[in-house]
């Protein structure tokens, strides 16, 4: 049974950092793609950065480049999620995703395996 397990959320203020991470189970994603999204109260869930299965490359959503950066450790099965600069419209449930594809895709549809979600949030 693959499961992907987010964690390190929590609520920080405006302006400070957070780590998530995203460990993998149950197959070895090392040749898939790995995406972050988020999805917050009243919205659609929405792209926020992907990384190809090496981690030669990676992938923003306009909203979170330069504050955001996505890496991965495939010797451990995890993907990262650095968050700096936070605001408060970065507040969110966010998710990992595994793709089948070892290309990133910024697409929703893209992803086939997805983690139960950890909160962010930002206060001003």
């Known amino acids: 049974q693959v499961q992907l397990v987010e964690s390190g959320g929590g609520l920080v203020q405006a302006g400070g950092s957070l780590r998530l991470s995203c460990a993998a189970s149950g197959r070895t994603f090392s040749n898939h793609a790995m995406g972050w999204f988020r999805q917050a109260p009243g919205k659609e869930r929405e792209f926020v950065a992907a990384i190809t299965w090496s981690g030669a490359s990676t992938y923003y959503a306009d909203s979170v480049k330069g504050r955001f950066t996505i890496s991965r450790d495939n010797a451990k099965n995890t993907v990262y999620l650095q968050m700096n600069s936070l605001k408060p419209e970065d507040t969110a449930v966010y998710y990992c995703?595994?793709?089948?594809?070892?290309?990133?895709?910024?697409?929703?549809?893209?992803?086939?395996?997805w983690g139960q979600g950890t909160q962010v949030t930002v206060s001003s």
């Open positions: 995703a595994g793709a089948e594809s070892p290309w990133y895709n910024d697409s929703y549809y893209a992803y086939d395996y």
